[in-house]
C-alpha cells in the first residue's frame, strides 16, 4: 500500500484532532519562548539582551536632555523678540538623547542669533506648548518667530546633515529678523 492509499484511508476526525493537537504545540512552543524572553528583560531591567549589549559606546552620548544646560525657559523666550529654536524632547527618547550634543554645537554657533528652548513634552506645565506644535514624536525642533508667533519645523532627517541644517536657519533668521 503506497502513501497515496495510506492518505485516503485516513479517519477525516482523526487527522482533524492530530491537526489540532500539533497547532496547540506549536503555540505553546510560541509562548514559551516569548515568555523565556521576557523573563531576559525584565532580569535586564526593562531592556532586550541585544539592546543592553550594543550599548554604551564611546561614541553614543548618555547623558539625558535635561542634564544639557543649554539656553532658557520656553515662557521667558516667547515674550522676546529674539527668534527661538524650540526643541521638544523626552529623556528616555533615544533619538533625543543621540541629538542632543547636535543642539549643543548648534547651541554653540547660533546662540547669539536664536534663543535655545527645550521642552519636556511630560512636563505638565508645557502641556500648551506641546498641544500648540501639535507634538507627537520626538525628537522635534521648530525655529520660531516670537514677534509674529509663526514657526517652521525642522525636519528630522535634516539633523545629520550639519550643513543644511545651518543654511535652513540662517534663511530663516534672515527672514525672520
Known amino acids: 500500500m503506497g502513501f497515496k492509499e495510506k492518505f485516503q484511508n485516513i479517519d477525516k476526525k482523526h487527522a482533524v484532532i492530530t491537526s489540532l493537537l500539533c497547532l496547540i504545540l506549536i503555540a505553546n512552543i510560541f509562548s514559551a519562548v516569548g515568555t523565556f524572553q521576557v523573563k531576559n528583560i525584565i532580569a535586564n531591567g526593562g531592556e532586550a539582551p541585544a539592546a543592553k549589549a550594543e550599548r554604551p559606546s564611546a561614541n ?14 520656553y515662557n521667558k523666550a516667547i515674550k522676546q ?50 498641544e500648540k506644535y501639535g507634538i507627537n514624536a520626538f525628537p522635534t525642533v521648530f525655529m520660531v518667530n516670537t514677534k509674529e508667533d509663526t514657526y517652521e519645523r525642522l525636519q528630522n532627517s535634516d539633523f545629520g546633515d550639519m550643513s543644511k541644517l545651518k543654511a535652513t536657519m540662517d534663511q530663516f533668521y534672515k527672514d525672520n529678523k
Open 60 to 73: 553614543v552620548p548618555t547623558k539625558k536632555p535635561s542634564e544639557y544646560k543649554i539656553g532658557i525657559d
Open 81 to 130: 523678540d529674539k527668534p527661538m529654536l524650540l526643541l521638544f524632547y523626552a529623556d528616555w527618547c533615544g533619538f533625543c538623547i543621540r541629538f542632543m550634543p547636535i543642539y549643543e554645537k548648534l547651541y554653540k554657533q547660533y546662540k547669539h542669533k536664536y534663543n535655545f528652548v527645550k521642552v519636556n513634552v511630560e512636563d505638565e506645565k508645557y502641556a500648551d506648548a506641546v
